[in-house]
């Protein structure tokens, strides 16, 4: 065992001098022993600062840290906070709470920082309830960070009325409460609520414009996300952006194909020397493979110092999802040799790039190697890609069979994909078995419907044809109607079909017609020069 150098100084003691480099609990055993030895220990601000190293750094010992905890004669508020922040820390919630109960049992006084770190040990209201008396009884509802902490907790609990009492009442409220509020909102669900506060925030900083652009993303709301992004960029030029902010806008740029809003954002870091961290990069291969770039997708995985299996499952869905499903193989092999273990959503990953037709037997082994090598339990979605890509290949009876093996019951999704493979490949009779099924499981779903009508119409069955058209009428099914968009000078413009509520709606109509009259001239001269 190395042994610690005392350095001799009148001011500050030693031990406070090792106490800041102090990187391990041996170190720290050395360091007490000597304040035993020359008597330190009894002061109070030693001891606090023994305690915090053992209750919270990642090299301390909670253990010990609870023996040093029960040896100190008056435990000072700040040894209480030690205590209650390690216990949280290490996930021992009613631990930390039974240390503010012996704070309050031998009379010591909580102060603002043991409320902020104590509420986050509330699983429920009535517990929150409690704390918050607590919190009022010793006046510091006016503390901002106190404030914030409870509106975050209540909003956690599925308690957003509570959270927004507990704001309206609060007579200091800075961003910082604004801004936790926001959040709670969008965390339940509640965006517009969310967005009318944010417009009525008396000052509002990047980590408010990143709440709520995160909110709107949390919540599919893409389009209203890029567009705040843009405003808050107008407003506040000079100011660097946040990774944070960034990371929410690239995945809402991914989801609604925003190329030129992703586009700027890239050009933002390498402009601004940002180093590729795991959200960011990993944000970054996401956006450019939705976009359909990949090859700038695997540009940010080389740059990337250091990549986790969120990071490298990304890049290998990327190359499944633009068709490079050799490459993703390759990756995936490469990723086995050198890079960290697969979870499940690896193997989705896999599985979607192993859905050609070819590379069946490729995926059976997959499926296999998931549960024998890595200890992986198939989930529903690996199932779901297994079922697809026997389907497409023709191979139905095998894709029931699988379907009929499966720990866990089926979802519409899968038997949606059996039936798309039955109707391509002819198999009438089990379509029409699992079209019906597919109702009765998913009787709103319109698609269900509207698939086993044209299998009927292709058969000429015109009875069950208008069977499933009134039954659809009946049961008062939606029609939910299929949309593609395309990006314009940074706008994405988005279209149903036979839409015309767009504003150039008639001459994308005139330009259509034009295009079709010129396909079957086009066709027409072929068909002249083949007689």
């Known amino acids: 065992m190395s042994r610690l150098v005392f350095i001799s100084s009148p001011h500050p003691p030693p031990c406070l001098l090792l106490l800041q480099t102090c990187s391990s609990m041996n170190q720290l055993k050395q360091i007490h022993a000597h304040t035993l030895i020359t008597g330190l220990a009894r002061f109070t601000y030693i001891t606090s600062k023994l305690?915090?190293?053992?209750?919270?750094?990642?090299?301390?010992?909670?253990?010990?840290?609870?023996?040093?905890?029960?040896r100190i004669p008056a435990p000072n508020v700040f040894d209480f906070n030690s205590m209650i922040m390690g216990f949280?820390?290490?996930?021992?919630?009613?631990?930390?709470?039974?240390?503010?109960?012996?704070?309050?049992?031998?009379?010591?006084?909580?102060?603002?920082?043991?409320?902020?770190?104590?509420?986050?040990?509330?699983?429920?209201?009535?517990?929150?309830?409690?704390?918050?008396?607590?919190?009022?009884?010793?006046?510091?509802?006016?503390?901002?960070?106190v404030t914030s902490s409870v509106i975050?907790?209540?909003?956690?609990?599925?308690?957003?009325?509570?959270?927004?009492?507990?704001?309206?009442?609060?007579?200091?409220?800075?961003?910082?409460?604004?801004?936790?509020?926001?959040?709670?909102?969008?965390?339940?669900?509640?965006?517009?609520?969310?967005?009318?506060?944010?417009?009525?925030?008396?000052?509002?900083?990047?980590?408010?414009?990143?709440?709520?652009?995160?909110?709107?993303?949390?919540?599919?709301?893409?389009?209203?996300a890029?567009?705040?992004?843009?405003?808050?960029?107008?407003?506040?030029?000079?100011?660097?952006?946040?990774?944070?902010?960034?990371?929410?806008?690239?995945?809402?740029?991914?989801?609604?194909?925003?190329?030129?809003?992703?586009?700027?954002?890239?050009?933002?870091?390498?402009?601004?020397?940002?180093?590729?961290?795991?959200?960011?990069?990993?944000a970054g291969i996401d956006f450019y493979a939705k976009c359909g770039f990949i090859k700038d997708a695997k540009e940010i995985f080389d740059k990337m110092p250091r990549k986790d299996v969120t990071t490298w499952s990304a890049m290998i869905m990327g190359y499944a999802t633009n068709g490079e499903n050799d490459t993703g193989l390759e990756l995936f092999a490469e990723m086995e040799k050198k890079g960290p273990k697969p979870n499940a959503v690896t193997f989705v990953g896999v599985l979607t790039a192993c859905n050609h037709k070819t590379l069946v037997n490729e995926a059976w082994q997959v499926l296999g190697r998931m549960s024998k090598i890595y200890s992986i339990a198939p989930e529903i979605e690996h199932y779901g890609c297994m079922v697809d890509l026997l389907a497409r290949a023709g191979r139905v009876k095998e894709a029931e069979i699988l379907i009929r093996s499966m720990a866990m019951e089926p979802d519409g999704a899968i038997w949606g994909s059996l039936l798309n493979g039955c109707l391509i490949h002819g198999h009438f009779e089990l379509a029409d078995k699992v079209g019906k099924l597919l109702i009765q499981l998913e009787?709103?779903?319109?698609?269900?419907?509207?698939?086993?009508?044209?299998?009927?119409?292709?058969?000429?069955?015109?009875?069950?044809?208008?069977r499933l058209r009134k039954m659809m009428k009946d049961r008062e099914v939606v029609s939910i109607s299929s949309w593609s968009f395309i990006e314009i000078d940074g706008v994405v413009h988005k279209f149903l079909a036979n839409d015309k509520s767009h504003s150039h709606s008639r001459s994308i109509y005139q330009t259509l017609s034009q295009l079709r009259k010129e396909l079957e001239s086009f066709s027409n001269a072929n068909d002249s020069l083949l007689l």
């Open 443 to 466: 009787p709103q779903h319109s698609g269900r419907y509207v698939l086993l009508a044209n299998m009927y119409a292709k058969m000429e069955n015109w009875e069950d044809v208008l």
């Open 152 to 224: 975050s907790v209540y909003c956690k609990l599925r308690a957003v009325e509570f959270a927004r009492r507990v704001f309206d009442e609060s007579l200091d409220r800075n961003v910082v409460c604004w801004t936790s509020l926001v959040s709670g909102y969008c965390g339940n669900g509640l965006v517009d609520d969310a967005r009318d506060l944010f417009d009525k925030m008396p000052e509002r900083n990047d980590v408010s414009y990143s709440a709520m652009v995160s909110g709107y993303v949390q919540n599919a709301c893409f389009n209203k």
């Open 88 to 145: 949280l820390k290490n996930s021992h919630s009613e631990k930390g709470l039974s240390v503010f109960t012996k704070m309050r049992r031998i009379g010591a006084d909580p102060n603002a920082r043991t409320f902020t770190v104590l509420v986050k040990a509330c699983v429920g209201v009535p517990l929150l309830d409690q704390i918050y008396g607590q919190i009022m009884k010793f006046g510091h509802e006016c503390d901002v960070y």
């Open 226 to 282: 890029i567009d705040l992004f843009r405003d808050f960029k107008r407003r506040r030029a000079n100011v660097r952006l946040k990774e944070s902010l960034l990371v929410s806008v690239l995945n809402a740029c991914a989801s609604v194909g925003a190329f030129e809003e992703g586009k700027w954002i890239q050009m933002y870091l390498d402009d601004h020397g940002f180093e590729y961290g795991l959200e960011l990069g990993t």
């Open 51 to 70: 305690l915090a190293f053992s209750a919270l750094s990642e090299h301390g010992d909670l253990r010990h840290a609870e023996t040093l905890f029960n």
